[in-house]
């Protein structure tokens, strides 16, 4: 660990005045942590930039004297991506929090990554306009933490992640240069693409100070349905099977049965009866605006699940039903936390894999002793794995637990997925990124770093295996 001069905090002071400069242990631990786990990092010290000039600024002192800096943005990511694993200074994005302005004619919105993800997507509602990237915690968290962890949500599977709609981006780099990546264009072959090298690479190579981002056409209409299923492995089948048969769902959500139970608990006022055979559910939407052709593909997939052995599917008639069975799904992640002490893991693989990834999961949980609860985005592939500490002793959970997330990252990579869909790697999975390359793929994404950033100053700690 670096130590923070008094000159260095005078220094800081000077570019952001006092108001803006925090060494109380208070706020230091308040921005220590995020979402994964139990990790505390508090930086040695705290400060809340409000310009690009004032980061770049922050970042040509730090790179001088070779001091960790590390980007905070909401604090919800589940990596571990915005904790000070090397304490120096933590640079929270807060007062970035403006829609710059929304390009009715272009279809694009230029944003600060402090803009809390649903309040953007409101915001050009308002105006017949869409941005579909829907994380469980749009909520709360941020557009620049989407960017930085390349995130997805439910509407993936139709719509695509982040990245599909970053256009452009103004970072501020490591040695406190300030440039755009790209251009606000739809096409762009001019050069190696800046902008894409950016999005996900989890506030290691730059700091993002304004993001353009591409929207789409409303839709008008919706049909979305619950579709509980007496097996798991064949609500997973029938992920692959929907798709086979010509429909493309908006929307296509998998929760397992203790998924949907503990959630029942924990939110008050949802009204899902679950019969005791059943053992996961699916969430299918599916959206234009035509209601006579969604009714079509909403029959089509009625065809596909009745193949397998299901109990009476639930359809959503009001926008309250709708809403309500939405809320169940995004309060999931919650309702686990609440439950127990547990580890999140990302797995994400070719869609019709997902039978052998959730039948892999539960044999490793009954060698390793721990049991799993699982859900996410079954139509994009992208189960989340929560290992549950239960009755677990301290010994098993720090011990057998590790070797138990190996195997089942190793089972992902052989059926063709990897470790993350949507959560990065981060602090917590980093020391398993060689099942998933090769020394020389993680010697490429090494050099790539030392370009950036080559005193490697920038959110340390983060992606690259300890050596």
């Given at each position: ?39 505390v ?16 600024q ?21 990596s ?7 304490q ?6 807060e ?27 409101e ?25 930085a962890?390349?995130?997805?949500g ?20 490591p ?21 894409q ?18 929207l789409l ?17 064949q ?26 139970d ?11 009866t ?6 996961a ?19 089509k997939?009625?065809g596909?699940?009745e ?39 990302d ?44 009755d ?7 011990t ?18 990897t ?8 602090y ?20 790539i ?19």
């Amino acid at each position: 660990m670096i130590a923070i001069s008094p000159q260095l905090i005078d220094q800081l002071i000077q570019i952001l005045g006092a108001d803006y400069v925090f060494q109380d242990e208070s706020t230091r631990r308040q921005y220590g942590h995020d979402e994964t786990e139990d990790y505390v990092f508090p930086p040695a010290v705290l400060v809340k930039p409000g310009t690009a000039k004032e980061i770049a600024q922050i970042m040509q002192l730090a790179n001088q004297q070779y001091i960790p800096v590390t980007p905070i943005g909401a604090q919800t990511g589940l990596s571990g991506g915005a904790l000070c694993v090397q304490q120096g200074i933590g640079l929270s994005m807060e007062r970035f929090s403006k829609i710059v302005e929304i390009d009715e004619n272009n279809l694009q919105v230029t944003v600060e990554p402090a803009v809390i993800t649903q309040v953007l997507r409101e915001a050009v509602a308002e105006k017949g306009l869409f941005y579909p990237p829907d994380p469980s915690s749009q909520g709360s968290c941020w557009i620049g933490g989407n960017v930085a962890e390349n995130a997805g949500g439910a509407r993936a599977v139709k719509y695509g992640v982040t990245k599909d709609y970053v256009l452009n981006l103004e970072v501020v780099l490591p040695s406190g240069e300030i440039i755009w990546t790209g251009a606000n264009t739809l096409k762009n072959s001019t050069g190696y693409n800046l902008t894409q090298l950016l999005v996900g690479s989890e506030g290691t190579l730059g700091i993002i100070t304004k993001i353009v981002l591409k929207l789409l056409p409303k839709n008008s209409h919706t049909v979305l349905m619950l579709v509980p299923f007496y097996k798991a492995n064949q609500a997973c089948e029938a992920v692959s099977a929907i798709f086979r048969a010509g429909v493309v769902p908006s929307a296509l959500e998998f929760m397992e049965r203790d998924a949907i139970d503990w959630t029942l608990k924990f939110v008050e006022g949802l009204q899902v009866t679950v019969k005791p055979e059943v053992q996961a559910h699916l969430l299918i939407e599916v959206d234009g605006n035509y209601p006579d052709i969604l009714f079509q593909e909403a029959e089509k997939i009625m065809g596909v699940v009745e193949q397998f052995e299901i109990d009476e599917v639930l359809f959503a008639d009001t926008e309250d039903q709708k809403n309500a069975l939405w809320k169940m799904r995004r309060s999931v992640a919650e309702a686990v936390k609440a439950n127990s002490i547990y580890k999140e893991e990302d797995t994400v693989v070719p869609r019709y894999e997902l039978p052998r990834l959730l039948e892999g999961i539960k044999t490793i949980g009954a060698k390793y002793g721990f049991q799993s609860v699982c859900y996410g985005h079954a139509g994009d592939g992208n189960l989340h794995v929560n290992i549950i500490k239960g009755d677990m002793t301290d010994a098993n959970w720090n011990t057998q637990v590790t070797k138990g997330i190996r195997e089942i990252f190793e089972l992902t990579v052989s059926l063709k997925g990897t470790l993350s869909g949507e959560h990065g790697i981060g602090y917590v999975q980093k020391n398993y990124m060689d099942i998933a390359f090769s020394k020389v793929q993680l010697e490429l994404m090494n050099q790539i770093k030392r370009v950036f950033d080559p005193n490697r100053i920038l959110n340390p700690g983060k992606i690259f295996p300890d050596e």
